[in-house]
């Protein structure tokens, strides 16, 4: 027993002297967003196959999770699908941080339901009466009569919140039921016949199993699905929004470096390969302005209309 | 000499009081924390109207912000009462089996069952909500969706018994043998005994055991946050979706931004989480006591 | 007459019902868990990291966390716990201090998991500002096993004769010297099982965790004391709800609470033996 005891303390001892003089590990911490938790892990593995001195820790709890370690500098990329907050500026200033924001990909925020479900299309303002509970049943809206069951995520989310802000317009109803993560709602609705859920497009890439509605802005325009890419990427699909990180300053050195990987053509790929979309134009050019790399994209005309929460 | 010697015995038993009463500390310690970081809620929300308004929504944008945990405590309160009554019955029969039925060799095996039961985690059992009960009860009651409050308190049933069990057997063991043989002497069959003379006599031992489950049922955390399908309305059944008091700290803890009144109202609903679970400790403390006393 | 025997019958069918669900339960739970983890588990799993987006590969990560931060739970607990243990049974007299402890650890061993959580934040990630890290964790897990610590080493320090104590003071030994060689050695081995048995619920403790420095992905196992770490009560957790694709990684997910139940039964199983031997040397 005493042996044992005497080993278990001096194994602790020279753990603890080692790790002393390792403490100035060159670790990048990210933390944040579910939405974003599996595309950044994916990249962080590939990055760190191409570069093994390179030390990334990626850790989950939601966009707001993200930004309150950032905030409080427990981390140094703080994952957000939605926008920083002036509340949380406010604080971030209050404590010496400086938040500056990448888009490292573009999210076409998808409804989902179930496969008995007939309906395939419905308007922003249908989903928001349905999220606001103001819609109980969906024969209400021309389908089944089965009870409406929401899904949706916690509040620490920011798909939680961006859903709020942009489409909902409203507060959810609190028979809405919160799943700790977009897989869990994809597996939820594809049991129930009156499931809706919101999901991360990445999430449905290859929609099997589950229906994914196509949505207009509003009934006069059309309808439009957030598998189209190209729906997408041209801001028919209304419901898109930016997925950022967010740092504090300019970033430099090993965090620069891994988000200089993730907007390169290789990152985007990965991207894209979750099922996202790759950031356009527009937002290669303000992210290539913050990371001071010059660019040489040409001033193409492809307008890109962003709707939804940007960052204010 | 013995001066040196006199001096050191004194530091260490003073060493060893502290460490006695670094227990204490502790215990104040959490009870203080909970009390100065909740403090400031109370003075945007009244105490009634933050413990039994029904709409807890602090993050809200397009109407001001609610802090009423009015349907949280009900939540807590429903999954823990349905998993007692599970687990209360199934609990004393097993204790009462184990006790006076069965023979030495089924005891053997009974107890280490027991231990084991009671050393699964919370997780596993949470995990098992989800994979196995929850499909079950989608399937018998033809549901859509099995996380809800019945889920959880089948899951906390689990989680109480062990309690329960080993409480309640110990509380039968310790009924003087002498009440067994009398009742058997007057004729009654050892059935009778069991129930009208056993039974009584231990249960001030049967209580305290109950209470002890059923604190365990109220502060368990992870089991309820997988299994309870986190919905904040009031609940309208067992098989509605809820979302209890320890599910809510854990979602929501990671997110507030520090200091904010949102902050504050989770060390709050925290706090009476503490409270709650103080009080059931002390009463069945009591009730242990006063039957011992009884016994004795 | 045979009434009462006819109650009598239906009676005991009725506790042995009780038993057998009892027993049926936790059959089930093993069986599900054994019969669907166990195809994941091989030499492979145990041995490395996720890969794949954490889609293949193993948890190589979350038993060394769950390792080191249960050492660091053992460093505090125990002679925390046998200290208090000591002073109870050894220096305490009857009064309101005294009792005033024992009501404490009582109420200690009944606070919620996620309450120890809160304070862990509070006190050690943030006033003593370790951040979130093995360290902190540990601490808080070491926290709540105290009570158990404590009522352990009680019962062991109970169960040493008093003849032993009365021996040595008798030849002139001071108290501290009676307790350091005529009483601690005979009762550390007990001391000891009743630890591992709180070790084992803290190394499957999540909520104390999940906010003092459990991580959902890390690239190398933890260099130092003041990193994340991965976990496998928490994996089991973000496998289960939060993955990316928690039905293709629901296999590793049995996987994982499969190790989880093995870990726990082995450390029990261990003061189990413990126990015994501890008996059998004491009849010698």
Known sequence: ?312 | MAKHDNFREKLIHGLFFFNGLLVVIVLVGIFILLIVKSAPVFKVVPLKDFLFKATWNPTATFVAPSYGMGSMLVSTLMVSIGALIIAIPLGIGTAAYLSDIASPRVREIAKPVIEILAGIPSVVIGFLGIVLVGPMISRIFKLSNGLNALNGSILLAVMALPTIISLTEDALKSVPSSFKEASLALGATHWQTIVKVKIPAAISGIVAACMLGMGRAIGETMTVLMATGCSIAMPKSFLSSVQTITSTIAIELGEVPYDTTHYYALFAIGLVLFVITFIINMVSDIVLRKYQKVVK | MKKKQFTQILGFSLLRTCACAVILVLAVILYDIASKGAVVINWKFLTTMPADGMTKGGILPAIIGTFLVTVITAILAIPLGMGCAIYLNEYAKDGLITRFIRMAIRNLSGVPSIVYGLFGVILFVQLMNIGTCILAAGFTLGLMTLPWTITASEEALKNVPNSYREGSLALGATKWQTIKTNVLPYAVSGMLTGTILGLSRAAGETAPILFTGAAFYLPHLPKSLFDQFMALPYHLYIMSTQHHSISKVRPIAYGTALVLIALVFTMNLFAVILRYKLRKVKME
């Not at chain 1, 044992?4 to 001096?10: G, N, S, V, W, Y």
């Not at chain 1, 403490?23 to 196959?49: P, R």
């Not at chain 1, 929609?207 to 439009?224: D, H, R, S, T």
């Open chain 1, 1 to 312: 027993m005493n042996k044992a005891a005497t080993f278990l303390i001096a194994f602790t001892l020279m753990f603890l002297g080692v790790s002393a003089c390792m403490a100035a590990e060159n670790m990048v911490e990210i933390k944040g967003s579910d939405t974003l938790i599996n595309v950044v892990q994916k990249l962080a593995e590939t990055y760190m196959k191409g570069h093994p001195d390179a030390g990334i820790s990626v850790t989950g709890g939601g966009s707001g999770t993200g930004i309150a370690a950032l905030v409080n500098r427990r981390c140094d990329i703080a994952n957000a699908s939605r926008g920083i907050k002036s509340k949380e500026v406010e604080d971030a200033n209050k404590k010496g941080i400086d938040p500056k924001r990448v888009v490292v990909a573009i999210d076409g925020l998808s409804i989902v339901t179930n496969t008995q479900n007939p309906i395939d299309k419905l308007t922003m303002d249908d989903i928001g009466k349905i999220y606001r509970g103001d819609v109980k049943n969906w024969k209400d809206l021309g389908g089944n009569d089965t009870p409406v069951n929401l899904y949706g995520r916690q509040s620490n989310s920011g798909t939680y919140d961006f859903m709020k802000e942009v489409v909902m317009k409203g507060e959810y109803s609190p028979n809405m039921k919160s799943m700790n993560g977009n897989a869990q709602i994809v597996e939820a609705v594809k049991q129930d016949p009156g499931g809706i859920g919101y999901v991360g497009v990445g999430y449905v890439k290859d929609a099997a199993g589950i229906n994914v509605l196509k949505v207009a802005a509003n009934p006069g325009l059309g309808y439009f699905s957030p598998l189209n890419s190209m729906d997408v990427k041209t801001g028919n699909y209304p419901i898109t929004r930016p997925l950022n990180q967010y740092l504090n300053g300019t970033p430099k050195g090993a965090v620069k470096d891994f988000i200089v990987f993730e907007l390169s053509a290789e990152g985007q790929k990965i991207v894209e390969d979750e099922g996202f979309f790759a950031v356009p134009r527009e937002y290669q050019r303000y992210n290539n302005d913050l990371l001071g790399i010059s660019d040489n994209l040409d001033s193409s005309t492809t307008k890109y209309s962003v709707e939804g929460r940007d960052g204010a």
